[in-house]
């Protein structure tokens, strides 16, 4: 480790990385530009849109609030982690069903919010999962396909991340 740099690892989308990161790189800016893990979008760079959110330890967050140095050992999930090879997450199929996507910017984290409310199992109807997911904003106004997606997905993923867990 040299005076301008930190050593860290991470465990992205399964992989091990061991990264020297400068203290100020956000987790937005070395998943895009240091992993090459362009899916998860920067949109306002200030937390207020969701366009970069990925899930930390299985828990949703907005990748340009978050200092990577702060996040040593942890497990990332990016949209590029969700599919199983060629099988897509259920909540990834169901936003292709519902067509739940214009211009597909937010979607990544629209996607991987809506995995991580999954995983919080606190929205059981129409009205939470919108209140739930309200910082995920969607600039083409796709909501009402969004949150059919959501709402017919939810317990896929939920079953899914009970399969999963240890």
Avoid at 56 to 84: P, Q, W, Y
Avoid at 98 to 105: E, K, L, R
Wanted: hydrophobic fraction near 35%.
């Amino acid at each position: 480790m040299s005076e301008t740099t930190c050593t860290l690892s991470l465990h992205v989308n399964g992989q091990r990385q061991q990264l020297d990161v400068h203290p100020w790189t956000t987790l937005l800016d070395l998943l895009r530009e240091r992993l090459d893990l362009t899916g998860t979008k920067k949109g306002c760079d200030h937390g207020q849109c969701g366009a970069c959110t990925v899930l930390l330890d299985g828990k949703r967050i907005n990748s340009c609030l978050t200092l990577a140095v702060m996040h040593d050992g942890a497990r990332l999930t990016t949209i590029e982690g969700l599919a199983d090879g060629d099988q897509l997450h259920p909540m990834q199929a169901a936003f292709v069903r519902h067509d739940a996507f214009q211009c597909g910017y937010c979607t990544p984290g629209q996607i991987c919010s809506a995995v991580g409310l999954a995983g919080e199992n606190r929205a059981h109807d129409r009205d939470e999962i919108r209140e739930l997911m309200s910082g995920n904003l969607c600039r083409c106004g796709a909501y009402p396909n969004i949150l059919a997606a959501v709402e017919e997905a939810l317990p896929a993923s939920r079953q899914r991340l009970q399969e999963k867990a240890p």
